[in-house]
RNA sequence: GGAGGGUUGGCCGAGCGGACGAAGGCAGCGGUCUUGAAAACCGCCGGGCGCCUCGCGCGUCCCGUGGGUUCGAAUCCCACACCCUCCGCCA
């Protein structure tokens, strides 16, 4: 959710920023009229609740014999406030609905564009020398370390069984990224990845992402697509301490997508799967720290990366690709020999006050109004990618696979697959 | 799954239809005292929204959440959520 106080103290601007995402001048106004009738049922409302409460205020004071005349008479204060309480019901819902449709206001660097069409920022890493590179799936499949013939029986398309090493590697992975991270300060965390509708809507994949969510039929739970979801939710609904910042999490959690209106595209593989496992690192930071936080996070993705010896480049994802709650959006982009393509391998985003100002995460202010925190997400390691990225780079012409260094120990074996 | 108990401000804890945003204590902040500190004493000490003559003002809402009864609800009624205890089940 956008601040609506910005929409009315600097409308051009706000415009401005939202037409870089398409939402459009009528929008906006439609907005503006929403935010002042609201704020002038609230004032109406408040008015006649005074009056009202001034009238019973009198009834307690007054004697035995003046109360029944000034209880009849205060009859007519119950039923105005009722009939203004619903239209400002009524309102204040129209309200919700159009900003919650907002997406967050784009960070004025981001670049302008549509999907594919992002800057890349930098490359890292050596471009393997493959003369005749296999794909994940052969690699993996030829090694035992992969089964998704079976996982087709059992779940359906779109879903894996890792087994033996590649079981393995996951553990290695996993263990590995989280290091990395607490080095940086983050704490680790295993979150509920079962959520309710609250926690989907306070980090905005609700309502604009609901068909990309599996929901539990009696419970009225949301599985997540992501442990950004469980870790923003972190602190709802609380007002922290400024000396309690930056907190920095890094969680570790399966993730469900249906991926609907993703038929036929990356069907083969575990590139895009149903259900797959993320490292993910999440910041609550001073609003003013922001940016810093993002660039830190890009860093730690990097490091992870990097130290895996993977070629990979850097990506400004463009305003027309960004998701509705983020101001910006840095994505790593790793090389990968079996397609012949650099594919998406970490994201992180910047989302401002966006979602704290649904989940009431707030920050204490000495002097002046307290402030919302900002939040910021990163994938340190997306497991299902990150074993792709690193087998089809790592491969050898006999189909088996050199550790780098870093992930040895965690490993326990230099060579997979042998 | 069954039975019972609970949810009040940062924390503890009173209140059980009217003067209650809520006693009291603790913590915190400011002051008096003191060479300094402690103690003692005095004062301050939640949040949201809205208004504006933008004043360290005014109004309104918030005692788990949502409804209801009433002129008036922290207090009465209903539903839900969460926590605790016991039984059952269970990695």
Redesign the pocket.
């Known amino acids: 959710m956008i601040d609506?106080?910005l929409l009315r103290d600097d409308p051009d601007a706000t415009a401005a920023a939202l037409a870089r995402r398409g939402v459009d001048r009528a929008a906006i106004e439609h907005l503006r009229e929403l935010d002042a009738r609201?704020?002038q049922m609230?004032?109406q409302?408040?008015?006649a609740?005074?009056e009202?409460?001034?009238?019973?205020?009198a009834?307690?004071?007054a004697g035995a014999e003046e109360?029944p005349a000034?209880?009849e008479a205060?009859?007519q204060?119950?039923e105005r406030?009722a009939a203004l309480e619903e239209e400002r019901?009524r309102v204040v819902a129209d309200h919700e609905a159009a900003f919650a449709r907002i997406p967050n206001l784009p960070h004025p660097d981001a670049p302008d564009g549509q999907e594919g069409e992002g800057t890349v920022v930098r490359t890292f890493g050596t471009p393997p020398e493959l003369d005749d590179p296999k794909d994940h799936v052969e690699l993996l499949e030829a090694a035992d370390a992969l089964d998704l013939a079976r996982a087709a029986k059992v779940s359906g398309a779109r879903f894996a069984y890792l087994k033996g090493e590649g079981a393995l590697l996951e553990f290695a992975l996993v263990r590995y990224a989280v290091d990395v991270a607490m080095r940086h300060g983050h704490v680790p965390v295993i979150p509920p990845v079962l959520v309710r509708e609250e926690a989907m809507y306070g980090t905005g994949f609700l309502p604009t992402d609901e068909q990309q969510l599996f929901r539990t039929r009696d419970d009225e739970l949301y599985l997540v697509g992501t442990s950004e979801v469980p870790l923003a939710g972190l602190h709802m609904e609380e007002?922290l301490d400024p000396d309690q910042l930056p907190l920095r999490y890094v969680g570790y959690s399966p993730c469900f997508r249906r991926e609907a209106g993703a038929h036929g595209k990356d069907t083969r593989g575990i590139l895009r799967v149903h259900q797959f496992e993320k490292v993910e690192l999440f910041s609550f930071v001073h609003p003013d720290e922001s940016s810093d936080e993002h660039e830190r996070i890009l860093a730690i993705e990097e490091e992870v990366f990097g130290a895996l010896e993977i070629h990979a480049q850097v990506v400004d994802i463009p305003v027309g690709d960004l998701g509705a709650s983020a101001a910006r959006k840095f994505d790593i982009e790793a090389w990968l020999p079996g397609q012949q393509a650099y594919r998406e391998v970490t994201s992180c985003s910047n989302t401002t006050d966006y979602q704290s100002r649904r989940l009431r995460t707030?920050m204490?202010v000495e002097q002046g109004?307290?402030l919302l925190v900002h939040t910021l997400n990163g994938t340190a390691l997306a497991v299902q990618r990150a074993i792709i990225a690193l087998v089809e780079q790592h491969q050898r012409s006999d189909g088996t696979v050199a550790v780098p260094s870093a992930l040895q120990p965690y490993l326990g074996r230099e060579v997979l697959f042998a």
Request: hydrophobic share 35%; charged share 40%.
């Open positions: 609506p106080r609201r704020r609230i004032a409302l408040d008015e609740r005074a009202q409460a001034e009238a019973s205020k009834i307690g004071r109360r000034l209880i205060a009859q204060y119950k406030v019901d007002l707030r204490r109004p307290n």
